[in-house]
Each structure stands twice: as structure tokens, then as C-alpha cells.
């Protein structure tokens, strides 16, 4: 019975000892994709409004205008 015991010990105590990683798996392509815009999304968001380098005289973006049918 006793070397029962120091076997089940032996063998179970080094199993118990290991930690156990919690981390999440690495993102996929598309879920890094969908991160990224998520944040650039938020970062417009949360950009100040004037900013003369990308803008036009009224305020908007070349490529956020419907460009005219000629």
C-alpha cells in the first residue's frame, strides 16, 4: 500500500506542478484585419476635426466626396 501511495506521488506531483498557460490563441489574418480597422475606426473617431493636411477648403476629405459626373 505504501508503495502505491509513493508512486501515485511520484507521478502526479510533477502533472500538478506544470502551469497551465491561459493564453489565447494568435489572431488570424482576417481577425488582425478587423482589429486594425476597428482602431483606425476609433482613432478618426477621436481625431480632432481640423486637420488642414488631409482636408479641403470645406472641411472634407478627397476621397470621402462623390466625385462629380461630368
Known amino acids: ?29 482576417r481577425e488582425q484585419v478587423k482589429h486594425d480597422r476597428a482602431k483606425a475606426a476609433e482613432a478618426e473617431k477621436s481625431a480632432p476635426t481640423a486637420r488642414p493636411w488631409d482636408r479641403d477648403a470645406d472641411g472634407k476629405r478627397p476621397w470621402d466626396q462623390k466625385p462629380s459626373k461630368p
Do not use: N
Not at 505504501?2 to 489572431?27: D, G, R, Y
Open 1 to 29: 500500500m505504501m508503495k502505491f501511495l509513493m508512486i501515485a506521488l511520484v507521478t502526479t506531483v510533477p502533472v500538478l506542478a506544470q502551469v497551465s498557460s491561459t493564453q489565447s490563441p494568435p489572431f488570424t489574418d
